[in-house]
């Protein structure tokens, strides 16, 4: 599949700071060297400290699906300038620039494919492209999956990983996605259909304030940041230091927000079985 | 959202003018007083104006001479001053109209239009957010329930009801009255007038997403008319966590946004100060809301913003929301919820292209 030819920009990005020729990856979390193919062995989770480095959305998507299986919907939906935004940077070269970097239309693939040969719709943002944030297109892509999988008869599956939550460039339209979304899940759910949402480093604001959290089954991979606040705002708004490990995935669980944690290489099994579990009732 | 600096910007523009005055009071005309204190930079002619007035009319009863004449004049070109002012207005200042300290807010507005409000509290499992109030209301001949952001007037009650930032208990409220008024078949209606949802660790290990998240969800399926008004500061997802509706209505000053423009300049600009630029960028006043598609009315305020006169904006309101109510009870309710999920389905502008073969 061609999808999965793109180069590797996590690996080029490690090439910065003198680590040689690009052989090496620096963990993010504990400056730990490991030599690529390692890194890659080991799904980017680093096999010292145990962080799960973001992956792609073509990346998410080749550890989710069964090879070969997947289509994508609607490949060809791009972003245009509704507001006019007047910002330091303009909203088409701030999309031209991450279209370059990632390789990526968007900041979320959708489409069908087998997960242990369960058929299922997927959709999974890729934090880098303006920081996976959610604005029309995203919207309109996740909605138009999700009621794919409705006229299908298939679960959903959405991986998100967004810092950027509402997209600022799109303005109140990037708000009413969430309201777009929420409302295709309430339908996805009538039709007794299943979602699952997987929530990565970091699934944060109007993202997390709308399909995020509105999962039959949500889990997250451990130490990602969630939450809706950003920590820097709150820290600055109450004036005093955060509880240690305030809004981790860890956190969540605590807090009766997650059913749990799955560590990467566990992602696609444990899928795998709520899945069957959705269809193993008597209905 | 930055709620310290919103703090700020309230403490600078004055805390405790009111003290005295019962903070839902429907007379307002002592406002007039304190308009000097309290004005913003490019309301200033307007109040020099007012005083004015003022003066002539002391001068004329203490000695007995008819201004009349004079004073209707005066009254007459502070009117037009106060329109002029208004239509040239940018983005920033409708913004600061919005969170203008003597902007009447839900309580006023509800005791201005209803005859009858029956206040519920809690939401059963944790609190009661007094950021998020609601309760049954008789408007006119119709009996709704009410649901509403609600800010403080004192420094006391604006911390109480949290700057009018609702803590994930508020949204739990608001959407069990608005399931309660399903039950029961009432419309409903809520305004929305929150800088945004609470930043706070409690408000975080309570699920503030989750929350607000499952309001989206359920308002979208609620088979009941549901009317919402943004009467001032519609911030982002605390403002949507009330706000999925089949009619969306917004008074002329109030503003709309994804992110308040404080954050938005913080983020974008790496400078605060380039909140007049964000504001503008992020097209967040009510005329352009309209324009994209987002809101259905813009609803007029007095001359000079709606804090100028109570009355005069809640007979406005009311007005609107009851042309809304009464075009939304002539819709069969199961044809009105697969309405409403069409008109947020439709939102949303983009670009799809048919790949060359
Ligand atoms: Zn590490």
């Not at chain 1, 959305?57 to 069964?66: H, Q, S, T």
């Not at chain 1, 088409?92 to 242990?116: F, H, N, S, W, Y």
């Amino acid at each position: 599949m061609a999808l999965f030819k793109r180069p590797n920009f996590l690996l080029t990005q490690s090439k910065k700071r003198g680590v040689p020729g690009g052989l090496w990856t620096k963990c993010e979390s504990c400056q730990e060297l490991i030599y690529n193919k390692e890194w890659e062995n080991s799904l980017k989770v680093c096999p010292k400290c145990k962080h799960h480095c973001s992956l792609s959305a073509p990346e998410r998507i080749r550890l989710l699906v069964d090879e070969g299986t997947f289509e994508e919907f609607d490949p060809n939906l791009i972003p245009s300038d509704p507001l006019k935004f007047r910002g330091p940077k303009s909203y088409p070269e701030k999309v031209l620039q991450d279209q370059a970097m990632t390789g990526l239309k968007e900041a979320v693939m959708t489409g069908r494919g087998k997960i242990e040969g369960i058929s299922t719709v997927l959709a999974v943002t890729d934090s880098r492209f303006i920081m996976g944030s959610m604005g029309s297109v995203v919207g309109e892509k996740i909605t138009r999956a999700i009621e794919k999988a409705i006229e299908e008869g298939l679960h959903v599956i959405i991986v998100s990983g967004s810092g950027g939550g509402a997209r600022m460039y799109e303005g109140c339209l990037s708000l009413m996605q969430m309201a777009k979304t929420s409302a295709a899940l309430a339908k996805l759910s009538e039709a007794g259909l299943f979602f699952i949402s997987v929530l990565t480093h970091p699934t944060m604001a109007g993202i997390m304030a709308s399909f995020a959290s509105l999962g039959d089954v949500i889990v997250a991979e451990p130490r990602a940041l969630l939450g809706f606040t950003g920590p820097r705002v709150i820290k600055q708004t109450i004036q005093q230091e955060l509880p240690p490990g305030f809004q981790t995935s860890e956190f969540l669980l605590a807090h009766g927000m997650i059913d749990g944690i799955v560590e990467r290489p566990e992602l696609k099994k444990t899928i795998a079985k709520f899945l069957n579990y959705f269809s193993w009732g008597r209905r | 959202m930055d709620l310290r600096v919103f703090c700020l910007h309230l403490l600078a523009l004055g805390g405790g003018p009111q003290s005295g005055h019962p903070p839902h009071c429907k007379k307002i005309f002592w406002m007039n007083g304190i308009m000097k204190e309290l004005s913003l930079e490019f309301e200033k002619p307007i109040v020099e104006l007012e005083n004015r007035i003022a003066e002539l009319k002391k001068f004329s009863e203490k000695k007995g001479i008819d201004v009349n004449q004079e004073i209707k004049a005066l009254e007459k070109k502070l009117d037009q001053l106060r329109r002029e002012i208004l239509e040239h207005l940018t983005p920033w200042q409708r913004v600061q109209i919005a969170r203008h300290p003597q902007r009447p807010y839900s309580l006023d507005f509800i005791h201005l239009m209803m005859e009858e409000f029956l206040e519920l509290h809690g939401d059963r499992r944790f609190g009661d957010d007094q950021a998020l109030i609601g309760g049954f209301a008789k408007m006119g001949n119709r009996h709704i329930m009410v649901v509403g952001h609600q800010k403080g007037r004192d420094l006391k009650e604006r911390q109480a009801r949290s700057f009018g930032c609702a803590h994930p208990e508020g949204y739990r409220k608001a959407l069990r009255l608005m399931q309660l008024a399903e039950k029961a078949g009432l419309p409903i209606l809520t305004l929305i007038d929150t800088p945004g949802a609470y930043p706070g660790v409690g408000a975080e290990e309570r699920g503030q997403a989750e929350a607000i998240a499952v309001n989206l969800r359920e308002m979208s399926g609620l088979k009941v008319p549901v009317v919402a008004v943004v009467i001032g500061e519609g911030g982002s997802g605390g403002a949507l966590g009330i706000g999925v509706a089949d009619r969306i209505l917004i008074f002329e000053n109030a503003y709309y946004s994804v992110i308040s423009p404080e954050g938005c300049a913080s983020i974008l600009w790496r400078e605060k100060g380039k909140m007049v630029d964000a504001a503008e960028s992020l097209k967040l006043t009510a005329h352009d809301l309209f324009s994209l598609g987002i809101v259905d009315e813009v609803i007029e305020e007095p001359a000079g913003g709606a804090h100028h006169n109570y009355e005069v904006a809640a007979r406005n309101l009311k007005k609107a929301i009851e042309h809304h109510f009464s075009e939304l009870e002539l819709v069969p309710l199961q044809q009105l919820v697969e309405i409403r999920y069409q008109k947020f389905r439709k939102m949303g502008v983009f670009q799809e292209f048919t790949p060359e073969q």
